[in-house]
């Protein structure tokens, strides 16, 4: 149980254009995702906290109007990258926590998205 | 502030020998602490979760072990193999906002 997908795995995209990163909980209902980014050779840093319905939360820096998040559905959470540029090009990992889960601050996480800008 | 940080930054062993691998944390109050595996341009495996009331847990070959009071965990892994070569990343859960802090991760590469 407990497994989180992410879509698409790999995606190469023009400077300029948009693109739009789908996260996914498969067998349980994620009330809360989280949004990651990982450059080469360092650890994540959370860009934002979305919760089901509601407007999410962004991390100190994180331009909001350029990372748009929507968490419409208690499993899918979308992550879009509009007018992309080669400095956007990383590792994103988004994760979920269910809180039907007895230890409901456990966060399961997607396998990633890696996104190169050219 | 939560500080995580890892120590060695990379690490090279011949395979079979025994290793640790070491996370230290400025905050004692987490919730919990977690130590992840990632392979090169892969994402994220979970390997061991330390509740903060806990003080290791084992799975095979890992055991880590967590000293919430000295801000110190250890993962310890037994008779390596070139399997084993990976990043290893802890993390730790904050009480107060139930964000994860994490660590810059160790690189181990394990020499047939």
């Known amino acids: 149980g407990a497994v989180v997908s992410q879509h698409p795995s790999r995606v190469i995209c023009k400077s300029g254009t948009s693109v739009k990163i789908e996260c996914r909980s498969l067998d349980f209902q994620a009330t809360t995702m989280f949004w990651y980014r990982q450059f080469p050779k360092k650890s994540l840093m959370l860009m934002a906290t979305?919760?089901?319905?509601?407007?999410?939360?962004?991390e100190q820096g994180v331009e909001k109007d350029k990372f748009l998040i929507n968490h419409a559905s208690l499993t899918l959470s979308t992550l879009t990258v509009t007018s992309a540029h080669p400095e956007d090009s990383s590792f994103y990992i988004c994760?979920?926590?269910?809180?039907?889960?007895?230890?409901?601050?456990?966060?399961?996480f997607g396998p990633g998205t890696r996104l190169t800008v050219l | 502030k939560q500080e995580v940080t890892q120590i060695p930054a990379a690490l090279s062993v011949p395979e079979g020998e025994n290793l640790v691998l070491n996370c230290s944390f400025t905050d004692s109050a987490i919730y919990n602490l977690q130590w992840f595996r990632q392979d090169p341009g892969k994402g994220l495996t979970s390997l061991l979760l330390i509740q903060s009331s806990q003080r290791e847990q084992t799975s095979g070959r890992l055991n880590a072990s967590l000293d919430k009071s000295s801000g110190r965990s250890t993962l310890y892994i037994a008779a390596s193999q070139p399997g084993d070569s990976a990043t290893y990343l802890c993390?730790?859960?904050?009480?107060?906002?139930?964000?994860?802090?994490w660590g810059a991760g160790t690189k181990l590469i394990i020499k047939p």
């Open positions: 994760s979920a926590n269910d809180l039907r889960l007895a230890d409901y601050n456990e966060q399961f």
């Open positions: 979305s919760n089901e319905g509601s407007k999410a939360t962004y």
């Open positions: 993390t730790v859960l904050m009480d107060s906002n139930y964000q994860l802090i």
